[in-house]
């Protein structure tokens, strides 16, 4: 009943994170797109009250004129509309998530056992719990210093985001050394997504509220809590595409699982900011078909640097007639034929991965089978074996290898031919 609860606590507070972010994302996206559509006012009396651009636009069924300020409006409405809840809702319920999916259970989900690194390899799970939440925490320091000393007053943002794509980078090889393959994928994106809450909450907001101030004093506001906070909303619609896909990528082991899953995870971070570039300049006015194609090279290229090898362990090229099996006791070789084979590595599969994959798992913390997958019989077994052979030849499966799954007997499931 305990782990039924947890599952039901997961279902809730993901749908919450869902529509939180679904909100933030695309108030962000509309007022980026707002900001860059906008054009020089017509209406003499709308240059001499200060408004810098404006948009017409039609949408359900009326026609909406938006306009903007370039500096303060003769005076501001007590309903003036402002926006960061949807912000916050949108972090702290990811947090909540991955407290409750992650840092629960950080020896399964979060310890990286096959990293190079033995410090990481040997994290307990308090301290794996630690080093993900330091983990955070240092990205968002790293990345608002490089703001703040590279370009404080917003006049070297170029340099800037070089300096925050090679972060990225950083980030996303630290992350794979440090972490298990698909607690790595969440953390990089949760970096971005904990950089982007945290500006909104520690310089957007106070900006505009300093802004909001010194109006409604009638003195003039600090034109740099404007600018900044326009670096700070750019920096966060290019991180979004980026994160969506890392906060997604958790159901595909092709990416996580591989040896240079870093290299795929910086090739759709950058892929994703490229494509979002397109849209930027598209609603300025410029069609730059070049930065979505060159994000569509990124992919094709992680596409190729993911794609299974086409030997023993490609489920249809594998020998058919026979296995070399290996006693799981004394690691021996022990020959064996292509039907004794096919039933032995059924067999491991069973012993080895149906405690948690299992109609009702005997594995602590789960309440149902992850993903869906029930791999109790044969039948069940040869449904998932493409899938089987590819997370177990990796090292992903079993996570953290809590069932002590063999390099023997991995090399015969890799190797099994049904």
Known sequence: ????????????????????????????????????????????????????????????????HNQKYASAPAKLPEDLHWSFWKSYATWLSGFGL???????NPSFYLVNPGSDWAWAANLSGW?????????????????NELCKRISPNMDRDGILSLAVAVMMVVVAYLSTQIFSGRAAFLL????????????????????????????????TPNPLDGKRGKQRSVHNTYFTLPVVLLMI????????????????????????????????????????????????????VAVWIGAPASGGGDATTAPAEASATTNAESGEPVAASGVEAAGHAEQIIIDR???CHAENPT????????????????????????????????????????????????????????
């Not at 996580?256 to 300049?281: E, K, P």
Request: charged share 15%.
């Open 98 to 104: 991955f407290v409750l999916l992650y840092m629960a």
């Open 249 to 300: 990528s958790n159901h595909y082991s092709f990416a996580y699982s591989h040896d240079l899953a870093w290299v795929i995870m910086t090739l759709f971070i950058f892929a994703g900011a490229l494509i979002r570039q397109f849209f930027v300049l598209m609603h300025a006015g410029q069609i730059k078909p070049a930065y979505p194609a060159a994000g569509v090279v990124l992919i094709l």
């Open 1 to 64: 009943m305990e782990a039924y609860l947890l599952d039901f606590a997961n279902l809730l507070l993901r749908w919450l994170h869902v529509i939180a972010a679904i909100a933030w994302i695309g108030e962000s996206i509309y007022f980026v797109m707002l900001d860059n559509s906008l054009r020089p006012p017509k209406a003499d009396e709308d240059k001499r009250k200060g408004v810098f651009g404006e948009m017409w636009a039609v949408h359900g069924g009326g026609f909406y």
């Open 353 to 355: 991965c149906a405690q």
């Open 127 to 143: 301290q794996a719990n630690v080093v993900a939440l330091l983990f955070l925490l240092g990205g968002w320091v790293v990345y």
């Open 363 to 418: 594995y602590d913390g789960f309440a149902a089978a992850p993903a869906g997958v029930v791999l109790e019989t044969p039948e069940q077994i040869l449904r998932q074996v493409g899938q089987i052979k590819q997370v177990v030849a990796s090292g992903y499966m079993p996570l953290g290898n809590v069932t002590k799954m063999t390099d023997g007997e991995r090399s015969e499931i890799a190797n099994w031919s049904p």
């Open 188 to 219: 990089t994106g949760a970096v971005m997504a904990t950089a982007m809450s945290a500006n909104v909450f520690f310089w957007i907001i106070p900006g505009q509220r300093r802004m909001v101030k010194a109006m409604k004093a009638g003195e």
